[in-house]
């Protein structure tokens, strides 16, 4: 069992920054991903960055490229997501997954995810 926990969401003016934590606990050989998706009213989750957890690789979506970047403390107890040049769309529920699964090419797949936090809201306005 692997739980998590998101904060660091709020309410932003357009061209801000946040940064987003997710506190990880639990079976660490139960992941080898951790991810940030998001998901705005009525639509599916999509996915915005994820970490490999043994290689340190990163992956991000076209949306999120030179805006945010994934990261991890050195205690590997708290993965981040930085988030600069803010966007109204980026408006959405932000949540944090761990996954374990191979190959990494599948970090976007919502379904290789089996824990998931509550999530945390960013509303940022124009």
């Known amino acids: 069992q692997v739980d998590l926990v998101e904060s660091g969401g709020a309410s932003v003016l357009a061209g801000g920054s946040l940064r987003l934590s997710c506190t990880v606990s639990?079976?660490?050989?139960?992941?080898?991903?951790l991810a940030w998706f998001r998901r705005a009213p009525e639509k599916r989750r999509e996915a915005i960055a994820s970490?490999?957890?043994?290689?340190?690789?990163?992956n991000y979506a076209d949306s999120a490229k030179g805006r945010f970047t994934i990261s991890r403390d050195s205690a590997e107890n708290t993965v981040f997501l930085q988030m600069n040049s803010l966007k109204p769309e980026d408006s959405n529920i932000y949540y944090c997954?761990?996954?374990?699964?191979?190959?990494?090419?599948?970090?976007?797949?919502?379904?290789?995810?089996?824990?998931w936090g509550q999530g945390t809201q960013v509303t940022v306005s124009s």
């Open positions: 997954a761990a996954g374990l699964f191979y190959p990494p090419t599948r970090w976007a797949e919502e379904g290789v995810y089996a824990f």
């Open positions: 639990g079976n660490r050989i139960a992941y080898n991903h």
């Open positions: 970490l490999d957890t043994k290689s340190g690789n990163t």
